[in-house]
């Protein structure tokens, strides 16, 4: 069936850092991917999307990055800072705005 | 610009009693969805609407969940009975438009929790 994954549960990084969280998938036909930020109790909040079209795309302070050979996806984040610690999914949006997500990696960002 | 409301934010009951969820999509967003969130995981799409018609509710449990967006602006989402398995967060979110590109805003979600 149809997935999307993330490689890990939970990422501890050094305040100042660079951070990478992974996400594969699982379907070709996938063509438009966003990644978001959750955090507690709070509802997700987009970051940064792709299209399949594309294998880099930068915002401020985030890249996200598409290799559709291995159908794998990361973001990077950049002098991760403290307001950075949230839950990160990836998710695929299909053409009629169904969003498929990853499990979600938890970013824990040390002073 | 508002964002999307969601209330109650927590509810407790036991189960097979029946429980209900509101959500007020942002100003003019003619799209609505919910999506159940359990704990340590990603959102799963229950139901999507367009206007006050269904798009897609495909992974929603009829036998007893069920939702209605009569005039095409706010949401309820019930449960009846709730099992033990329904304990997630329920999210409510909204976009503009109803196709793949349009984004969308999630509310803050409730929390449900059956016993």
């Known amino acids: 069936g149809e997935s999307v994954g993330l490689h890990l549960p939970t990422l501890s990084v050094q305040e100042g850092d660079n951070s990478i969280i992974n996400c594969a998938y699982s379907?070709?036909?996938?063509?438009?991917f966003i990644w978001y930020k959750q955090e507690s109790g709070k509802g997700p909040q987009f970051i940064i999307d792709?299209?399949?079209?594309?294998d880099k795309r930068q915002g401020q302070r985030v890249t996200v990055l598409l290799n559709k050979t291995v159908k794998h996806l990361s973001l990077q984040i950049a002098a991760t800072q403290p307001g950075d610690s949230a839950v990160y999914f990836c998710?695929?949006?299909?053409?009629?705005?169904?969003?498929?997500f990853g499990q979600g990696t938890e970013l824990s960002v040390k002073p | 610009e508002a964002g999307v409301a969601q209330s109650p934010r927590y509810k407790i009951i036991e189960k097979r009693q029946s429980v209900a969820f509101w959500c007020n999509p942002i100003s003019g967003h003619a799209t609505l969805y919910w999506y159940q969130q359990i704990l340590g995981q990603g959102p799963k799409l229950l139901i999507q609407f367009q206007n006050n018609g269904v798009v897609d509710d495909s992974q929603l449990p009829k036998d007893r969940f069920s939702a209605e967006r009569l005039k095409g602006v706010d949401s309820t989402l019930k449960i009846q009975p709730a099992k033990l398995e329904d304990s997630a967060v329920y999210l409510c979110?909204?976009?503009?438009?109803?196709?793949?590109?349009?984004?969308?805003?999630f509310g803050p979600g409730t929390r449900l929790t059956v016993t």
């Open positions: 792709i299209r399949s079209n594309m």
């Open positions: 379907n070709s036909a996938s063509d438009y």
């Open positions: 979110a909204s976009s503009s438009g109803g196709g793949g590109t349009y984004e969308q805003y």
């Open positions: 998710a695929d949006q299909r053409p009629g705005g169904k969003l498929i």
